[in-house]
């Protein structure tokens, strides 16, 4: 299956896609975590992302469109992917047709996670996550590690994602709003969006989502 994960900041989608990719089988890439891993080892391309991040704006599409397509190209997605904050806006939605229509492949589902934005911002605000992996991901009350401040799944550091401040999230939401919310128009048109609530424990909105996606 290729999927793509999208909603609000905060909204769950890292959470879900890590649960949604192993019960599909499928390989969760995710462009903030590229970024991410490439800020920690301090490549050129994490160099030129850090400062678009730090404010909250995406990171232009020359930059953010090669590096998803590097990594779509690997042998493990070859069967399908699930994509998570990729595409964040309509110019990356084309760029994305383009790379599925030249290699003659196509879209299952766009999911999208509808959560309101006095829970986004509690999510964001208690998020804590792993310097080794920002694949692992908990939250101070929600979704607390069994020792405070140690990741549960390899025992790295959490710390609080410089991102995740007040002022950056209210950017970020406004990005949101402005640049990616139009792609979900734009899937629309293609028959290709499922809309469900994010609202709920983990496990539930798990179940939703896979619920959604085999219909
Ligand atoms: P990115 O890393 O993609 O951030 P985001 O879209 O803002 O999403 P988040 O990671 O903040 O949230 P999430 O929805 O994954 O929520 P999570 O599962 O962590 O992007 C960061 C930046 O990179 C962008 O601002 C941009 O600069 C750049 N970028 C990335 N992709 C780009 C692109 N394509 N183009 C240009 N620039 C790009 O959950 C949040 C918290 O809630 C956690 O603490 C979690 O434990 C908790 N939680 C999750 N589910 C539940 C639940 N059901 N109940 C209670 N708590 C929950
Ligand atoms: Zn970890």
Do not use: W
Not at 5 to 19: D, E, I, R, S, Y
Not at 132 to 137: E, G, L, Q, R, T
Not at 159 to 185: A, F, K, M, N
């Amino acid at each position: 299956m290729r999927i793509v994960l999208v909603g609000p900041p905060g909204a769950g989608k890292g959470t879900q896609a890590a649960f949604l990719a192993k019960n599909l089988d499928i390989p969760h890439i995710s462009t903030g975590d590229l970024f991410r891993a490439n800020i920690s080892q301090g490549t050129e391309l994490g160099l030129k992302a850090k400062a678009f991040m730090d404010a909250g704006d995406l990171v232009p599409d020359e930059v953010t469109i090669g590096m998803a397509k590097d990594r779509m190209e690997q042998p493990d997605a070859v069967n399908g992917f699930l994509l998570d904050g990729f595409p964040r806006n309509v110019a990356q939605a084309e760029a994305l047709d383009a790379v599925l229509k030249a290699e003659g492949m196509e879209l299952d589902a766009v999911l999208d996670l509808e959560v309101p934005e006095d829970e986004v911002v509690k999510r964001i605000a208690g998020r804590r996550i792993c310097r080794k992996d920002s694949a692992h991901v908990f939250h101070v009350t929600y979704n607390a590690p069994k020792t405070e401040g140690v990741c549960d799944v390899c025992g790295g550091e959490l710390y609080q994602r410089d991102d995740d401040s007040e002022e950056t999230v209210r950017r970020r939401l406004e990005v949101y709003h402005t640049q990616t919310e139009p792609i979900i128009d734009y899937y629309r048109a293609q028959n290709l969006v499922v809309t469900i609530s994010a609202l709920g424990k983990v496990d539930e909105v798990t179940a939703k989502a896979m619920a959604a996606l085999k219909k």
